[in-house]
């Protein structure tokens, strides 16, 4: 499976655009990013995923270049409550019992 | 609908004692897993299960022993703690799920953690 590598930390003004960078560039074809974050102690949870294609949930856009090296995981109006870790995950689809790796992440500072 | 539950939120051993934590879900997912968090650190897959019945090694699963018995729970055992294995655990379950791509992906859904120490 790709690495990835993500910033260690990064701070947004609450109210605006949090946008967290992620580089794979060993990403193959068959495998999909997934974007995960951790609250202080609480399991993590799932963001969203993609494969090629900008994707959008009602959490968090996420945008793919179009080589796939890298992708953004944006969080338009960034609250206090989006202060979390954030995994880059990359992994190949099939079986959705695969495992998944969770790396260091970046430790996301929403301030007021 | 509960999610994911785990049992207990904490707990404090003495090395070589003997415990289970119990992972349940209440959403009918086939996959169910196990994690640990060491502090600072992220998520490293301990066991998993891909069906009632079926559990499979992951990354770091020296120590602990799974069972699978009803597609709802999800057992990890330390059979002889050790303060190496002072950490959080996290369990987790998966449906089977197609996205728009028509490929399965992997959305997990975590339990709120058991905080464990062994002294």
């Known amino acids: 499976d790709a690495k990835t590598t993500q910033p260690p930390s990064m701070d947004c003004a609450e109210g605006r655009a949090a946008n967290l960078p992620c580089n794979h560039s060993?990403?193959?074809?068959?495998?999909?990013v997934y974007w995960y974050r951790q609250i202080h102690s609480q399991g993590p949870q799932y963001i969203i995923h993609?494969?090629?294609n900008n994707e959008t949930n009602e959490m968090a856009s996420l945008i793919i270049t179009e080589d796939r090296k890298s992708s953004t995981l944006i969080l338009p109006h960034a609250t206090l409550r989006d202060t979390a870790v954030y995994y880059c995950?990359?992994?190949?689809?099939?079986?959705?019992?695969?495992?998944?790796?969770f790396g260091g992440g970046t430790r996301l500072m929403v301030k007021p | 609908n509960a999610g994911v539950t785990q049992t207990p939120k904490f707990r404090v051993l003495k090395t070589g004692q003997s415990m289970t934590l119990l992972c349940a879900q209440d959403?009918?997912?086939?996959?169910m897993y196990w994690y640990r968090q060491d502090p600072g650190m992220g998520l490293r897959l301990i066991h998993y299960?891909?069906?009632?019945?079926?559990?499979a090694k992951g990354e770091v699963p020296d120590g602990y022993n799974v069972s699978r018995l009803k597609k709802q729970n999800f057992l990890l055992g330390l059979e002889s703690a050790a303060p190496s294995q002072t950490s959080v655990y996290f369990c987790?379950?998966?449906?089977?799920?197609?996205?728009?791509?028509?490929?399965?992906?992997?959305?997990?859904?975590f339990g709120p953690g058991t905080r464990l120490t062994v002294l």
């Open positions: 987790a379950s998966s449906p089977q799920k197609v996205g728009t791509s028509g490929r399965s992906y992997n959305e997990q859904f």
């Open positions: 060993t990403i193959s074809g068959n495998e999909y």
């Open positions: 993609g494969l090629k």
């Open positions: 995950i990359v992994r190949r689809w099939g079986n959705a019992g695969n495992m998944l790796t």
């Open positions: 959403m009918n997912h086939e996959y």
């Open positions: 299960s891909v069906g009632e019945g079926t559990t």
